[in-house]
């Protein structure tokens, strides 16, 4: 038999934080205390904390956002699903969010409370905000979609788009920085902004409809998300 290797302090400060991630005392979305915070918690230097998080980041558990911080971008180490997604063409992805969005706009329109409307107009804002910086355009962008699913209060849904969220970031990034044009223009954000104005009157089958539009065109090639 191989002898058996002891964990380096990296592999086990990620675990550990991997595991207080999924005891619940950070969820998807919240951001990590500093470096100078964590070393002492988990008994390391800052180094060690820095090499941690980088692991992490790199299979899509924590994502690093310049001058903003570290952030929780999913609850659990990549499965099996993960190790799919990886391998699928961006294609793929799309037409998987065709078959969760499409049905989750119509439902959002049917279900939405003013608090769902409230999430989604300030989502559609920042995603306004950040249209000159690409990767917090996508990060926006993905946080937009993902109101107006949480907005059909179908939590299967929700799971099978958080299940995706990650991948579809880099995938979506990686397309974009392939194009020569530019991405998040004003027809773009406006397209987001009927499917916002759809659901706040109760519209399914046109927030349906702009849904799958939207999709589409970005499977084509021709859309910008």
């Not at 918690?41 to 903003?68: C, D, K, M, N, P």
């Not at 991948?167 to 954000?189: E, K």
């Amino acid at each position: 038999m191989p002898p058996i290797r002891r964990a380096s302090l990296a592999d086990q400060a990620a675990d550990a934080l991997l595991a207080r991630i999924r005891s619940g005392e950070w969820e998807l979305g919240d951001r990590l205390p500093g470096e100078t915070t964590l070393a002492p918690q988990l008994g390391v230097g800052r180094s060690t904390v820095r090499e941690a998080i980088r692991r992490l980041a790199g299979i899509g558990v924590l994502a690093t956002r310049q001058g903003a911080g570290v952030f929780v971008t999913r609850l659990e180490a990549p499965s099996g699903m993960d190790t799919l997604l990886d391998g699928a063409a961006i294609d793929a992805v799309i037409e998987a969010r065709i078959a969760i969005e499409v049905e989750a706009a119509a439902l959002a329109a049917r279900r939405r409370t003013e608090e769902d409307l409230d999430a989604v107009r300030a989502a559609l804002a920042i995603r306004a905000a950040h249209r000159g910086d690409l990767v917090r355009h996508v990060e926006t962008d993905t946080d937009f979609h993902r109101a107006v699913i949480a907005a059909a209060h179908n939590p299967v849904l929700l799971e099978m788009f958080d299940g995706i969220a990650a991948h579809l970031r880099r995938a979506m990034i990686d397309m974009l920085r392939s194009r020569s044009g530019g991405f998040g223009d004003d027809g773009d954000q406006d397209s987001h902004a009927d499917l916002l104005a759809a659901i706040e009157r109760h519209d399914a089958a046109a927030a349906a409809a702009l849904s799958r539009e939207h999709l589409s065109g970005m499977l084509s090639g021709s859309g910008t998300d």
